[in-house]
């Protein structure tokens, strides 16, 4: 009997040591998961006062790449256009963002104004114009083209505009630079490379875009 007793006693121990032993390996794997939702860092906007207002898309891109890419003014507006309205929409910001397609008919009649954004303002009665300048545009690489890695700089300028040019706001937010896939670049083929570019227009909207609502970003 006392051996009996001995042994339950061994068997009980044991039970226990193995569910405390349990316990704190198990804290120790979840530890990095109880933190997940605490590795984001909320970010104000830039520029915060486009709620309420109507909003044009002016995007500049120069001769060089439109030699290559004849659409990708126009396809970057688009990008930009589409992913401000959507955002501040979900924000019930009330901002209105007048569409690509009607700016880059204006533009294609009137080539003075593709850097005018007073004009473009005037023309679709636009509270403000978000000009973006882009100064880096590429989706191979040029000293090896088999490689693609898009990547697009760009300042960004708001330009509030009123009844007289000279009273025209202009605000300057901080350059974009935007590197898609950001790991490196990949060799090119005739099916990632539509991919690739589309995926690089898209970062660099929300990239654009992100500077007019408040949002967060991992850490």
């Known amino acids: 009997m006392p051996q009996t007793v001995n042994i339950r006693r061994r068997v009980r121990t044991f039970v226990l040591l193995s569910a405390l032993l349990a316990g704190i390996v198990g804290c120790k794997v979840l530890t990095p998961f109880l933190f997940v939702g605490e590795h984001k860092k909320r970010v104000t906007a830039e520029f915060d006062k486009l709620a309420h207002s109507r909003v044009a898309i002016l995007v500049w891109v120069d001769q060089a790449a439109l030699f290559d890419y004849p659409y990708a003014r126009f396809e970057l507006a688009t990008y930009l256009r589409d992913k401000l309205a959507a955002e501040t929409a979900q924000r019930n910001m009330g901002t209105e963002v007048v569409d690509s397609r ?10 003075d104004a593709q850097i005018d954004a007073h004009a473009v303002g005037k023309q679709f009665a636009a509270d403000y114009v978000v000009y973006v300048e882009v100064l880096e545009f590429q989706i191979r690489d040029p000293r090896q083209p088999q490689f693609l890695q898009g990547r697009i700089g760009a300042s960004v300028t ?10 025209t706001g202009r605000f300057e937010l901080t ?17 990632n490379s539509p991919a690739i570019r589309e995926s690089t227009y898209r970062k660099f909207a929300e990239e654009v875009a992100r500077k007019f609502y408040d949002h967060t970003v991992d850490l």
């Open 102 to 111: 009607s700016v880059e008919d204006y533009l294609q009649k009137n080539l």
């Open 158 to 167: 708001v330009h509030q505009i009123t009844a007289g040019r000279e009273r």
């Open 175 to 191: 350059p974009v630079q935007s590197v898609y896939p950001d790991n490196g670049p990949v060799l090119f083929s005739a099916t």
